[in-house]
């Protein structure tokens, strides 16, 4: 049983996080998913993203985020806050933008899904921004919105 009381406190003091080093919690959900995800772009042939998850566990990638076609909405846990390269979430089935991310440093596409509107669209775009073919998108709020979004060449 000493043995046993030693190991566990020799884990609990490595780890930043309690929870995680015991498989649980939010930011152990959060890697299980990005996991799958992985998984799926892959069956897609899509390059799985490299990211990090943040103390406020909201995610950030650094490279591009694809997700695959018929994907659906995020989860609720799921939080992605900058992606340095592109963001496509095109044909996903989405119809909200809650939890995509926040700032983009390529471009951000979420065209061909069931939007009904840009709640949740990122403030910051240093390429280009497209939401084409949302049928429930009302075309003056997407104008409205393209006027206010931020694009320039950094993000942080």
């Not at 799985?48 to 950030?60: F, G, Q, V, W």
């Not at 910051?124 to 921004?129: Q, R, W, Y």
């Amino acid at each position: 049983m000493k043995i046993v009381k030693e190991h566990i406190n020799e884990i609990f003091s490595k780890s930043e996080d309690k929870l995680t080093s015991l498989g649980v919690g939010k930011k152990s959900q959060i890697k299980e998913w990005m996991t799958n995800l992985s998984r799926m772009c892959l069956n897609d042939t899509i390059i799985p993203p490299r990211y990090e998850i943040n103390k406020d566990l909201t995610i950030d990638v650094d490279s591009h985020l694809y997700l695959p076609g018929n994907f659906g909405n995020l989860p609720s846990f799921i939080q992605f806050n900058i992606v340095a390269g592109d963001f496509n979430c095109v044909n996903c089935d989405m119809t909200t933008l809650r939890g995509c991310p926040k700032k983009v440093g390529g471009y951000y596409d979420c065209s061909f899904n069931k939007l009904k509107n840009l709640d949740y669209a990122p403030t910051h775009v240093s390429s280009h921004f497209s939401c084409g073919d949302n049928c429930l998108l009302d075309k003056d709020e997407v104008d409205e919105y393209k006027r206010k979004i931020l694009y320039n060449n950094e993000i942080s």
